[in-house]
């Protein structure tokens, strides 16, 4: 059975950046610089390991990030209930903010599927009831030609992730029970059946935390932050280990140009490590070249 030595190259976490307030959304440009969000004070941040961070842009609540098929920065601004996409040259426009004419609650995290479909969670019981226009948390998908859809109702989604075929998609639901979901998808993105891939509510002990960002390796491997650190899953949802980390870990993605160093945003810090195997690529990154 493997074990997080077999699964990580180095198991001490590197600090790269520190004094934040709450570190998430990381992301990595292939021009070998990263992307991180610092939520509590509107911070979008640009960094190269081994510089300080640079001030990108302010956002409204900016969390999750990803790339389009076109290089431009998709950002959930869950306090402006929205998404936001900014084009290479920094030029800020809202992506979408609404469903069948209903403001969104607060969008958390994005994710893009290699036909440019963005996957992207809303969910709902942070925003007072008298506020909502949609009652529950819900998964969408946002197609290349602009068509909205919900792939799925959800307690309270979160982090999420596509397996390496991109037939399963993989939500986090943070609140109540704790648990990683699986969503089995047609190849247009429609759910097919869902399940309970991992029970993620056990109590470690040590440093607290909760289902939230996640990423996914090339053999299909899911590491997604959870009680203590980082849970790493079979693609069976067997857990393998748990990276821990000395503050509340909220995201990682996988960078550098082998897609072998795992980025985790946690508390006031960025950290780092290496995997023995790389992260799925970004679709973008491999029309890049």
Avoid at 175 to 201: F, K, N
Avoid at 244 to 271: K, Q
Wanted: negative net charge; proline residues 6%; contains cysteine.
């Amino acid at each position: 059975m493997e074990t997080l030595s077999d699964v990580l190259e180095t198991l001490q976490l590197e600090r790269v950046s520190s004094g934040h307030v709450f570190t998430e959304g990381p992301l990595w440009h292939p021009d070998d610089y990263w992307y991180f969000v610092d939520i509590r004070v509107n911070h979008l941040y640009r960094m190269a390991l081994g510089q300080k961070p640079v001030l990108v842009r302010e956002t409204v609540g900016g969390n999750g990030t990803t790339f389009d098929l076109h290089g431009n920065l998709i950002n959930c601004e869950g306090d402006a209930r929205r998404l936001t996409r900014a084009t290479p040259d920094g030029a800020v426009s809202v992506l979408v903010e609404r469903f069948e004419g209903k403001r969104f609650n607060r969008p958390n995290d994005v994710i893009c599927s290699s036909d440019g479909t963005l996957f992207f969670t809303d969910p709902g019981i942070r925003v007072p009831l008298g506020e909502r226009d949609i009652g529950e948390g819900a998964v969408y998908r946002l197609t290349p030609a602009g068509e909205l859809h919900r792939v799925c109702w959800c307690e309270y989604p979160n982090g999420l992730a596509l397996s390496p075929d991109a037939r399963t998609l993989y939500v986090a639901n943070t609140r109540w029970t704790q648990y990683l979901h699986a969503i089995e998808l047609t190849e247009a993105g429609e759910m097919v059946r869902r399940r309970v891939l991992a029970d993620m509510s056990h109590d470690q002990g040590g440093v607290n935390g909760v289902p939230d960002g996640m990423k996914v390796d090339a053999a299909g491997r899911i590491f997604c932050t959870g009680t203590t650190g980082v849970w790493v899953f079979a693609p069976d949802g067997r857990r393998i280990g748990i990276i821990e980390t000395p503050e509340i870990c909220a995201n990682v993605a996988f960078g550098g140009p082998d897609l072998r160093t795992l980025m985790l945003t946690a508390s006031t810090s960025v950290y780092t490590l290496r995997t023995k195997m790389p992260g799925v690529p970004h679709p973008w990154y491999q029309r890049r070249g």
